[in-house]
Nanobody
Framework: QVQLVESGGGSVQAGGSLTLSCAASGYTYSTYSVGWFRQAPGKEREGVAAIYTAGGLAYYADSVKGRFTISQDSAKNTVYLQMNSLKPEDTAMYFC??????????????????????WGQGTQVTVSS
């Protein structure tokens, strides 16, 4: 049974940094696609970053490009989201999700929540101005 557990959320001031972790169990990361998504109150869930762990190909939403970095540690079955230069508009619940096949090499597809089958419970990120 696939399980995803997020951690690393918290409260920071604008300009600060956080690193989120997504620890997986029940499958081998090397054959999965993993994405980070976020959802703010009253808004739809949106894709932030995604990675196909076998090849390391990564995708980013325009809103976070240059500030966020997705990475993986295959030995730990963990995917990370390093978030720098945080802004108040980054405030949201952040979720990781996984899907057992390569994501299509299109940003719109890679960051589409509907493409992912397994989801974690989320971790809250709050950025104050």
């Amino acid at each position: 049974q696939v399980q995803l557990v997020e951690s690393g959320g918290g409260s920071v001031q604008a300009g600060g940094s956080l690193t989120l972790s997504c620890a997986a169990s029940g499958y081998t990361y090397s054959t999965y696609s993993v994405g980070w998504f976020r959802q703010a109150p009253g808004k739809e869930r949106e894709g932030v970053a995604a990675i196909y762990t076998a090849g390391g190909l990564a995708y980013y939403a325009d809103s976070v490009k240059g500030r966020f970095t997705i990475s993986q540690d295959s030995a730990k079955n963990t995917v990370y989201l390093q978030m720098n230069s945080l802004k108040p508009e980054d405030t949201a619940m952040y979720f990781c999700a996984a899907e057992p096949h390569p994501i299509a090499p299109l940003v719109a597809v890679a960051l589409a929540p509907a493409e992912y089958r397994y989801w974690g419970q989320g971790t809250q990120v709050t950025v104050s101005s």
